[in-house]
């Protein structure tokens, strides 16, 4: 019997030394690694197709706003917290997008993030190809929750609530369904706005000290029209602050300032307007007006966007076709060893982290709209990973529009530069450590370069 016990002491022993010793930190560049070769040898099994025609469009709007008592999904501090009702509805939007060889639909949803549960089953009862449905959300942090089954975002978006996990399956999927019933012959035209460090502070404020950050702060707007002959079909807009200005003390349903910017441009335009998510990663909440009631503040903030969205004399970078090429990838990609802060020198054990948390899987997602690329990334993607890669795109003659929440989460993804910053963003949401903005982004580029149209 004491052998029976000490046999199982060692084994749990064992088991325990096996998931819970902790790690040193050693952080190499990921150019030499076994995980980049693997997701470069995926880039080059991508076989690149350009055919033009003419770019066809249909959208769709479905209410997904639950019920009193589903979970809010955004802050980890009021986990399963019910609402108690909305202050607005919330939506889901999707854009279909056609040509003679290909249809991709963009779905955008006035929630925290999309995750594989809810994707998993909105692709497999679209009838679509993964690659063909480019997930995008407004990532509101007072928006629902209750629709993932998985322990550790549960801290984000509540105990799983099977009810309106149906619902919100079934609303998702009428959406994608519909956007295709009616499609019209359309233009695009794209937009990129870059304001000056001053308006990016005051619109899309840094969390990083002005005197810290290794970049200048600059906000890059993204504005897309689809119109028709006879009328706009549909916008898109992203800006790159947080969407947290209603705190955890909330317990109404609403879409917090990109709600307010999607109604404003869907009143101006008479038709559907999404606003997705952009590079949240290092920026933090607007600065508002504190002597003026909080939806009149939001309602100010939101129609000064508006105005520099639109605004011609702002204007850098313009793209309009009619004629495109549409290809759409699931960029597959492999990471590096999780790097969970215990301390400066120790981190989490890697193999309980991809117990708990997430294995070394992921991927990017790309869709392009003839020189028009939308890179979906699993994460809250940086503003200056993002600025980089615009420039890169820019000069390459590729228009390149970040997202971030394209149905995976890896955390916060930033620049090497930023991560020398003791941040909560950098040590505590960085699972995978120092490099794997810059990977990212070099995965990016290096795909766009194979799959670029020659002249």
Not at 26 to 31: G, M, W
Not at 58 to 81: F, H, L, Q, W
Not at 411 to 419: D, E, L, N, P, V
């Amino acid at each position: 019997m004491k052998s029976l016990k000490l046999l199982v002491a060692s084994i749990l022993l064992v088991i325990f030394v096996y998931y819970c010793a902790p790690y040193p930190i050693v952080q190499e560049h990921y150019s030499s690694s076994n995980y980049a070769k693997y997701s470069y040898q995926q880039i080059d099994k991508l076989k690149p197709s350009f055919a033009t025609s003419p770019l066809k469009a249909g959208v769709a709007k479905v209410d997904i706003t639950p019920g009193i008592g589903v979970p809010m999904g955004g802050y980890g501090s009021i986990t399963s917290r019910p609402n108690s009702g909305h202050s607005q509805k919330v939506y889901a939007r999707a854009i279909a997008l056609s040509n003679d060889t290909q249809t991709v639909i963009i779905l955008n949803a006035e929630f925290l993030l999309p995750l594989p549960f809810l994707i998993d089953e909105v692709v497999k009862k679209s009838g679509l190809k993964r690659e063909q449905i480019y997930f995008t959300a407004t990532h509101t942090h007072s928006g629902p929750g209750g629709y993932t089954k998985k322990l550790s975002s549960e801290f984000a978006l509540g105990n799983f609530h099977d009810e309106y996990f149906n619902q919100l399956v079934s609303q998702l999927t009428t959406a994608i369904k519909r956007s295709q019933e009616n499609l019209h012959n359309v233009t695009i035209h794209y937009t990129q706005t870059t304001l000056d460090p001053h308006t990016s502070q005051n619109m899309a404020p840094s969390r990083f000290d002005e005197n810290e950050s290794p970049v200048p702060h600059q906000t890059t707007l993204h504005f897309l029209s689809l119109d028709t002959d006879e009328k706009t079909l549909a916008l898109i807009a992203t800006v790159n602050a947080h969407p947290t200005v209603y705190k955890s003390i909330n317990t109404k349903i609403n879409g917090d300032y990109p709600g307010i910017l999607a109604a404003i441009m869907e009143q101006r335009c008479q038709c559907i307007a999404a606003f997705a998510a952009g590079a949240v990663g290092g920026n933090s909440s607007p600065q508002l007006d504190n002597n003026l009631a909080l939806e009149q503040t939001i309602k100010n903030y939101a129609e000064k966007l508006y105005a520099e969205l639109t605004k011609d004399k702002l204007q850098s970078k313009i793209y309009q076709a009619s004629e495109v090429s549409i290809s759409a990838d699931i960029l597959a990609v492999k990471l590096p060893d999780s790097v969970f802060h215990i301390n400066e020198n120790w981190k989490l054990n890697p193999r309980l982290f991809k117990l708990l948390l997430h294995d070394e899987n992921t991927y990017i997602h790309v869709l392009r709209i003839g020189d028009l690329v939308f890179a979906g990334f699993p994460a809250d993607y940086s503003e200056q990973l993002a600025n980089k890669l615009i420039r890169w795109g820019n000069n390459n003659k590729t228009y390149i529009w970040p997202t971030s929440f394209n149905g995976d989460y890896i955390g916060y993804i930033m620049t090497s530069a930023q991560y020398e910053f003791p941040h909560y963003t950098t040590r505590d949401m960085n699972f995978f450590g120092k490099w794997t903005g810059d990977y990212l982004n070099d995965l990016t580029k290096a795909y766009l370069l194979q799959r670029k149209p020659t002249p």
